[in-house]
């Protein structure tokens, strides 16, 4: 059974750090592209970054420079480094896949990606 579950979520202060994690299994992670998506309450799925079969990444404008997608084949993990967090980070975030081509660029599009996790949430507050 493919499953994807996100964690490291929590309550950070302005100005803090996260590293969301998301945990893969029942396919193999070297053969997919994988996204960061997070949604705030009455707000539309937004794109965060992505990380290609490559490791070629893709950033939305409103978070490069803080957060950093990484992923780990051989551990069937991937990580989002979140610095510097504002309040208007606050959202649920959801890591998802997409089987793609070895050389083809990853897509922060809601409607590419086949399977999600089931979301962890972050708040920005003081």
């Known amino acids: 059974q493919l499953q994807l579950v996100e964690s490291g979520g929590g309550l950070v202060q302005p100005g803090g750090s996260l590293r969301l994690s998301c945990a893969v299994s029942g396919f193999t992670l070297a053969y997919y592209a994988v996204g960061w998506f997070r949604q705030a309450p009455g707000k539309e799925r937004e794109g965060v970054s992505c990380?290609?079969?490559?490791?070629?990444?893709n950033y939305v404008d409103s978070v490069k420079g803080r957060f950093t997608i990484s992923r780990d084949n051989a551990k069937n993990m991937v990580y989002l480094q979140m610095n510097g967090l504002e309040p208007e980070d606050t959202a649920v975030y959801y890591c998802?896949?997409?089987?793609?081509?070895?050389?083809?660029?990853?897509?922060?599009?809601?409607?590419?990606?086949?399977?999600w996790g089931q979301g962890t949430q972050v708040t920005v507050s003081s």
């Open positions: 990380i290609s079969r490559d490791s070629s990444t």
């Open positions: 998802a896949i997409v089987s793609v081509g070895v050389l083809r660029m990853c897509e922060m599009k809601t409607q590419k990606y086949t399977n």
